[in-house]
């Protein structure tokens, strides 16, 4: 019942919240997102001096070298841009489901970290529905640059006079804190009742389960790393890298001189693998229509690998490729203006030609949810052939809402061992397409109902502009740079470490 919920939680987040207690791999990931390769190497590097520094107790002072290593030069906005779409998706993978069913069924909740509050506070807020998150501060210099240092002197100490002062007059209900052997906060004595990590399963403080709901999922994700870099796994990264630039140049030229059809069989010799499912449909008959092919859409791969599976090049309507992805497009590419009678005269007229590919979901989505799909392509066709398209890579994203688009097809390419699947459903029946008297949006609908089954994906209502909104805090408008202005804006990833 209500009254017998807790009416407070004070929970540390790393090794409580978190199941990790080492907060290494997600200060890496800050160097790496919104600096660069240098700065996560010197990071890496720095890691036996860190380690050491925690194992003699030196806790304060490795976190300290941690947050200046990672932080220093930058602006505290690229350090925003890192927590709002990059680390919220490993932490919810490090999540401990025992402590989030202890934290939600209190009325107030109150996440206390020793990392900067910036890197925390999003995911805490967002996907955690934290009232308060006490946090490590970083100091901006007056030329809006972080100097690498916080404004505690003695962490722990100031982290439990934050949450005295929070709760003046009462203490809390409840104190959730790290595993007792490596505990060094001091907060949890200012707590009612305190429990150490881990949570045991049959806690429930006779409060009513039914409250207890999981964490709103993480839909949208950015960041080039599929995995959290520990020291291991990022080791490894920085030993693959060199070999990965020259497999990704060999890939690329192999996949611009070979035809379409060969192009399948060669990738298994460097590592590629395709995997068909379902039965594809035959090439339009000489003066006949086209057969559109409507796909999810996990990578700008999706098009070019639908026609390596057909051996036959398929155009593909593209709404914001850069110039560069067009350039080594092996595929010709239809560019959409966004103006919807434009936009339908251009598709209508490459199916005259014969056959298409659109993705309307109109950008990508890593988590296993479709985007809304944009019934458009339901008005200009009833011959659509639904394709369930998913990747799977061992190392880099090859997508990107906040980076340079241009290096998404050699992100892809520099994966060991990238598998594409490639799953076609049966062409819709007469019934199932407006000739029938549906309205464009309900096919639209269907089509991504049936996809999302194929693939064992959720549907949402967000849109492309929804994602950018997460992601890189616009409405995902594309400005096509020059070569030299993006060649600029790569270099200036570095730029601190010029100064």
């Not at 004070?10 to 791999?25: A, C, Q, R, Y």
């Not at 990071?43 to 990672?70: E, G, Q, R």
């Not at 490090?94 to 995911?123: A, C, G, I, Q």
């Not at 007059?169 to 001091?186: D, E, F, I, N």
Request: with cysteine; aromatic share 10%.
């Amino acid at each position: 019942m209500e009254q017998a919920r807790a009416t407070s939680v004070v929970s540390e987040f790393e090794g409580t919240i978190l199941t990790n207690t080492d907060p290494f791999s997600y200060f890496m990931l800050v160097a790496f997102e919104a600096s660069g390769l240098i700065r996560f190497a010197i990071l890496l590097f720095l890691w036996p001096v860190i380690t050491l520094l925690d194992v003699f107790s030196y806790k304060n002072a490795a976190l300290k070298l941690m947050v200046f290593v990672a932080t220093v030069g930058l602006r505290e906005p690229e350090i925003e841009s890192v927590a709002r779409a990059v680390l919220p998706k490993f932490f919810m993978d490090d999540l401990s489901m025992d402590t989030w069913n202890v934290f939600s069924s209190s009325k107030k909740r109150v996440v206390v970290t020793r990392m900067p509050r910036v890197m925390v506070e999003r995911f805490a807020k967002d996907h955690l529905i934290a009232d308060e998150i006490i946090g490590t501060e970083l100091i901006v210099n007056r030329f809006g640059f972080v100097t690498g240092l916080i404004r505690e002197t003695d962490i722990d100490q100031s982290i439990q006079s934050h949450v005295a002062n929070l709760f003046v007059g009462q203490r809390p209900h409840l104190g959730l804190g790290r595993p007792a052997v490596t505990a060094s906060t001091t907060f949890l004595s200012l707590c009612q009742e305190q429990i150490h990590a881990p949570i045991p399963e049959n806690y429930n403080h006779g409060h009513n389960q039914q409250l207890e709901l999981r964490p709103l999922p993480v839909i949208f994700h950015d960041g080039r790393l599929v995995k959290r870099p520990t020291p291991a796994t990022a080791l490894i990264i920085l030993l693959w890298i060199p070999f990965g630039i020259i497999l990704a140049t060999i890939r690329i030229f192999l996949g611009s001189v070979l035809p379409l059809w060969a192009t399948p069989y060669v990738s298994k010799i460097f590592g590629g693998h395709i995997i068909v499912k379902g039965k594809p449909p035959q090439p339009p008959a000489a003066g006949k229509s086209g057969v559109l092919f409507v796909c999810t859409h996990r990578t700008l791969m999706d098009p070019v690998v639908l026609s390596y599976v057909l051996g036959r090049s398929i155009p593909a309507v593209t709404y914001s490729i850069s110039r560069l992805s067009e350039i080594l497009s092996p595929i010709p590419t239809v560019r959409l203006t966004r103006i919807r009678d434009v936009d339908a005269a251009k598709i209508k007229q490459q199916l005259t030609k014969g056959d298409l590919v659109v993705c309307p979901e109109g950008t990508t989505c890593r988590e296993p949810f479709l985007l809304r799909f944009s019934a458009l392509f339901a008005e200009l066709t009833d011959m659509i052939v639904p394709v369930a398209m998913n990747y799977r890579v061992g190392f880099f994203h090859a997508t990107t809402a906040r980076g340079w688009k241009g290096l998404d097809p050699i992100f892809f390419f520099m994966n060991p061992r990238p598998v594409y699947e490639v799953t076609f459903l049966n062409q819709l029946p007469m019934e199932a397409t407006c000739s029938s008297g549906k309205s464009p949006h309900d096919v639209a609908n269907y089509v991504q109902r049936i996809l999302a089954a194929t693939l064992g994906f959720e549907c949402t209502n967000f849109t492309r502009k929804d994602k950018y909104r997460v992601l890189a805090g616009n409405d995902g408008a594309v400005s096509y740079l020059s070569f030299l202005d993006q060649l600029k804006k790569v270099v200036g990833t570095f730029e601190p470490f010029l100064h």
